[in-house]
């Protein structure tokens, strides 16, 4: 290893990965899509759950989509479909659906900690509307 | 929400956070220590499993200390624990251990894809010699 490497930071986020694993560095600022093919924002943060180390949400940053300003969706982690043709995920999620979805302001998403309902209300969202039986699919599939 | 707001990031990452929950963004940078508090490095990354959606492992970048260059470490999940007088995660290994432990370059983890017998080595080394029947803790709380 030469020493004028020694603290240089990998700059190729598309390396981090095998084929189980993704990082998280390579799925922040990944396209997000819906099943028309439309961008609809980008993915921000992943969020864990600390105890059981399991991906809860992905928060998905829609820039002005719909009108409605920079909002932060917090979306199940297992809503992701990757598509390799668009080189992406894809949320089968209509227009309608999103627009009713939890989402947050840049504001609002720094006081997390203080927003009590945020996971009651993502979950009861998801679970009720989008089907609380829905099989995990394949999930961050690269 | 005001419309300058609109295409602004969040810019301060110790907010993506609830009592269950902690943002892959506030994950990343945060310090590790040994168990006498020495400043080993800092999480680099973390890998997720694609299709369980479950976190592996942490990535750690040691700066060159032990005298063995910047290396990346993948690191078990379970392994850290968050302190919150340290404000940063604790793993308890020896200095040998670490020295011992799987490790990678720059250019190595560019090519995790290539190195087939990544996972294997990270699970036999820690399944071996931390204990395979190790109880998950408290990881990553904060």
Same mark, same amino acid.
Do not use: C
């Given at each position: ?17 095998? +084929? =189980? %694993? ?6 922040? @600022?990944?396209? !997000?899509?819906?099943?028309?093919? #439309?961008? /609809? ?35 199940? +982690? =297992? %809503? ?6 668009? @080189?992406?995920? !894809?949320?089968?999620?209509?227009? #309608?659906? /999103? ?44």
């Amino acid at each position: 290893m030469a020493t004028s490497d020694m603290n240089q930071q990998p700059t190729d986020k598309a390396v981090h990965e095998t +084929w =189980n %694993l993704i990082g998280a560095r390579k799925v922040e @600022g990944t396209s !997000v899509y819906n099943g028309n093919g #439309d961008h /609809l924002g980008s993915i921000y943060d992943v969020m864990i759950d600390k105890r059981g180390g399991k991906v809860a949400y992905a928060v998905m940053s829609f820039g002005g989509f719909l009108g409605i300003g920079e909002k932060y969706h917090p979306l199940p +982690w =297992n %809503l992701l479909t990757y598509d390799e043709g668009l @080189g992406g995920y !894809v949320v089968g999620l209509t227009e #309608d659906q /999103l627009r009713a979805a939890p989402a947050y302001t840049e504001t609002e998403l720094g006081n997390f900690g203080m927003v009590g309902d945020y996971e009651t209300r993502v979950r009861d969202y998801y679970g009720t509307r989008l089907g609380a039986t829905r099989t995990p699919g394949s999930i961050g599939t690269h």
